[in-house]
Every structure is written in C-alpha cells, then in structure tokens.
C-alpha cells in the first residue's frame, strides 16, 4: 500500500488493483493463465497498421473522438492520431510523467500530471495549466467547453477549457478514505455529468456542479477497509440513457441516467469496467471469466472460462462480438452470443492497457510496450 498525505480532512490510501487483487503484498504464488487454444478465424480482421509512441504507464487510458486517438505515454508524450492510418496528427512533449490518461473533446485534450498540474493542450502546444489539490488517476473529462476533473480525494471540479478558470467544485461526500489507483468513472449523458463516487453513480449539472440525483450500485461492507472499497471503475457500457457499470469487487448494475432511477445491479467480483449493447451487459471477473448479463433484467445469460488467470481488459462490444485483450499481448474475439471464440490477435507480447477501442471500422489496443495496432474486422 502506498499512503499520501491528508487531503482536508480525507486520508488517501491508494491501492493499485494488482496489489488488491493478490492479497496487497502476500507472496501466494498467481495461478498460471489459462492455456490457448487453437482459433479458427470465423470473423477475419486484417492488420491496416502499426505504430508505437513510447512506453506507457498502466494508467495511460487513451480516447477516441471522431477519427482521432489521443493518447499520452509514461514520459509525458500527448499524440493525436488518425484512426484510418495510423499517422501523427500532431505531438506534444510534456516532458514530465502523468498520473493518468488522456481527456480530449476532439480539439482540446487535457492531461494531469504526477505533480499534479492539469494541463490543457492543442495542436500547437500547451494551452494552459492548473494546480489541483489532490492526485488524480481518472483522466480528465473534456466536453461542452469545460474540463473536468475527478480527483483522488472524490472532489469534482470543473474549468473553463479555453482560459482554465476554475469554475466549481463539488468536495468529496461522507465517502470511504480508501480510492483504487486505477481509473475512475466520469462521463456524460445529453446535458448531465455523471461521476463514479465511491459505490454510487452521481449526476451533475454540467454548469454549476448542481447534484441532480445519485444511485447505489454498491454499498461498502466487508470486515476491513480493503474488502469496503467499491469505487465505480471505467470503462462504462451505454445505450441510449441507459448506463451500465461496474463497482470495484461488488457489483455491476444499471442506471437510467435520464430518470436517475436503479435499474438493476448484481453481485460481480470484478475490477475493470464494463460494455453493453442493445441486449446485454458484458464484463470480466478478477479471475479471468467472461459474463454476459441481460441488460434489460441483469439476469446472467453466460460465461466462459477460457481466459481464467489471463489478466484481461475491460470488454469492448463491436460487430458479432466481444473483444478483449490480456496481460500477454493477445487481442481475443468471442460471440455476443455464447462467448465462443471467433478469432485471436497478437500484438508486440506485452500486456494490453485499459481495453479494445473502435473508431469507424477500426478496431485499436494500446499495448505497455507503447505499440498500437488497428485492424479492420470483417
């Protein structure tokens, strides 16, 4: 464990999921992944092209919008990046390392750093940057001409994107001391933000930090601070209003964002987000077994045990299947349907960071070695 110093009245403990998971510190020996088997290709995707933009840090979540990948690597390295090629739009060197990915809005990005500077950033350099209170790992949500910020004491705090005026502040609510170092959930549906704090899903007025609702998707028990911790964690699976989620070790729901209304949540013991489609709800349980939920009811439709032990992402939904990758490099697609397996990728052998990313008809991972690979699925 790693403590920070207080925060207000907040006391930080961050906890690297990694380390949760194999009992923070203890020596028992990880199970073995589970071994691959041969995959005929039944849905083929063809490598379009390769690039690599430096080493990245297990926190180095990219994004997409439009056609354009923004991802910053470990040394501080913004890139923007043509989805349909593969080529640099634009770079820009920060030369100091951040604490978490990359937020864009398509013309804005912004970025933390590890000194806890927020920066904004455009094609021809640094714009402005700001000095936050507290450590952030959930990067930055930039939309609707602001910049928001989910910090690791649970305050929420909005700027202007173009000067970086401070324009409010929500400071964390009654919540646990303990955060997860790993990335948050921050988001919007139409005009409302919504932020994971703690187990519950809270919506924001975008302008003026106005609480608008909040639902329980977990509720923090267990005998110790460790197995209380239920911090929501991206990715977020979203149909129309309707958003989907996962908290940390406790449980995957449903919220009708519009309404402010729990549909459904179910126990999960999980620690990457979620993904959803018009009919199911699609997650990863912290030994490597792949779920399938209704999304309508949160009854559980499947699972596979194929990938026990593999480290995966967070599940993309895209075309036919669910596409996931793993803590060896490999990019695996299975059927919406049952799980079965309908083809499998190699990158450069290291672990692929946050999850599987689409934009048009090209299928992304990010790798930690920096590599990044598009493919067109057919």
């Known amino acids: 464990m790693m403590m920070t110093a207080p925060i207000g009245r907040v006391l930080v403990v961050v906890l690297l999921a990694a380390g949760v998971l194999t009992g923070c510190g203890s020596r028992t020996k990880r199970p073995d992944p589970a071994p691959l088997v041969p995959v005929t290709a039944l849905i083929p995707a063809t490598l379009s092209w390769s690039t690599n933009v430096g080493a990245m840090d297990a926190l180095s979540v990219p994004v997409v919008q439009g056609s354009t990948l923004f991802v910053a690597n470990a040394a501080g390295v913004v890139s923007a990046l043509d989805t349909s090629r593969g080529q640099v739009a634009w770079r820009v060197e920060l030369g100091t ?51 928001f910020v989910l910090a690791g004491d649970r305050s929420v705090t909005a700027f202007d ?50 609480v608008r609702w909040d639902a329980a998707i977990a509720t923090p028990r267990g005998a110790n601070e460790i197995e209380r911790l239920v911090d929501l964690v991206g990715r977020v699976g979203r149909v129309d209003d309707q958003v989907c989620v996962r908290a940390f070790q406790a449980a995957v729901g449903c919220v009708d964002a519009d309404r402010g209304r729990l549909l459904w ?23 490597g077994r792949v779920v399938a939920w209704s999304r309508a009811s949160g009854e559980r439709l499947w699972s596979t045990d194929a990938f026990l032990h593999r480290g995966l992402t967070a599940p993309l939904a895209a075309g036919r299947s669910i596409v996931l990758g793993d803590a060896q490099g ?49």
Do not use: K
Not at 265 to 287: F, S
């Open 330 to 378: 490999f990019v695996h697609l299975v059927s919406r349907e049952d799980g079965a397996m309908l083809n499998r990728l190699s990158t450069d052998g290291s672990p692929i960071i946050s999850g599987p990313i689409l934009a048009g008809n090209t299928l992304m991972v990010v790798t930690r070695n920096g590599g990044i690979f598009g493919w067109r699925p057919e």
């Open 97 to 147: 390392p951040l604490s978490a990915g990359v937020g864009a809005d398509g013309q804005t990005a912004a970025v933390v750093t590890r000194s806890n500077d927020l920066v904004a950033l455009r094609a021809d350099g640094e714009l402005w940057r700001v000095r936050l209170n507290a450590r952030v790992f959930t990067p930055p949500f930039v939309a609707g001409g602001r910049v």
């Open 265 to 287: 949540t179910q126990p999960a013991d999980g620690a990457v987000g979620v993904h959803a489609d018009a009919d199911r709800v699609y997650g990863v349980e912290r030994n």
């Open 161 to 210: 994107a173009a000067s970086g005026l401070r324009l409010w502040t929500q400071p964390a609510r009654g919540t646990d001391p303990l955060v997860l170092q790993q990335s948050g959930v921050i988001t919007a549906v139409g005009d409302t933000l919504l932020v994971g704090i703690a187990g519950r899903l809270v919506a924001f007025d975008p302008l003026n930090g106005r």
